[in-house]
């Protein structure tokens, strides 16, 4: 790191090959100025220029993209945990932004269900108890929207991000029957590119690679690999995790086209690649939405050995 943020400050802040760079107490405040001013690109976009300028990379050049897998900074929790999260999150924010209102509506039973984070170990393991406890739990969510949506004075609540969240989770998760929430069956859900895995990052999903299941995101990196030029990053793409290959290929193609990084020609072999000009060197990644999700299981293992 220290040799990288050297190299970038002789590069952008004209600084002496010797000058140590940025000190490690201001990096991380550094970092946030960039995405604050949305010039986290900024640094990324120069040194390409100077590649292009010096011909490290040539327009026409052979570049392939490959994706690994980024972790959310929330838990990897299963759809009771979720719900009962939500609800939870829901009503700390309405605490702070409407605490008098909060305090005579929520009933004395919600303090306790709600006063601590839920945990797994502490659900009921029978299964007819989790179903009667997340059901409850629903119902209580649908009574707090309920008074938010039918109580004019209330109106700007519905607004506010913790709400539209439980919201959201809630048609999701649960179906209403006669007036009563039900908690859906796994193949009555959204598929896992657009289910909800945590409050506290909506833009999170499950993903999949092989056997490697995570909750977060994917990261497409995209370097030159002509064989007389060194291997260069030249696009970073970050998706979904639930999303394909396929689909954030014409994404990549038009950042790459944007850059002046002009496409190969290639023979009929795929729709995609006909009309945007990409040889394909592997079979793209098919759609999975369909696939089902990991036991929490399988994501806690994957997890507890660093993944």
Known sequence: MPYALVWIGSMRLRLALEDRGFDFSVLCEFRSRLIEGNAEHLLF???????KQRGLIKAGGRQRTDATHVLAAVRAINRVVCVGETMRAALNTLA??????????????????????VEEYRLPKEQAKRTALVETIGADGYALLDAIDTTPDLNWLQHVPAVEILRRVWVQQFELIEGKPHFRANDNIPPPPKMICSPYDIEATYGRKLTMWWVGYKVHLTESCDEDSPRLITHVETSRAGNGEVDVTPVIHQARTGKGFAAHRAPDRHQLCRSQAIRPKSPAVRDRSDRTYPSRSQVASQRSTGL
């Open 45 to 51: 976009e120069t040194m390409l220029t100077c590649f």
């Open 96 to 117: 702070e932004v409407a605490p008098e209102w909060l305090s005579s509506f929520a009933p004395d039973e919600w303090y306790e269900r709600y006063a601590h984070r």
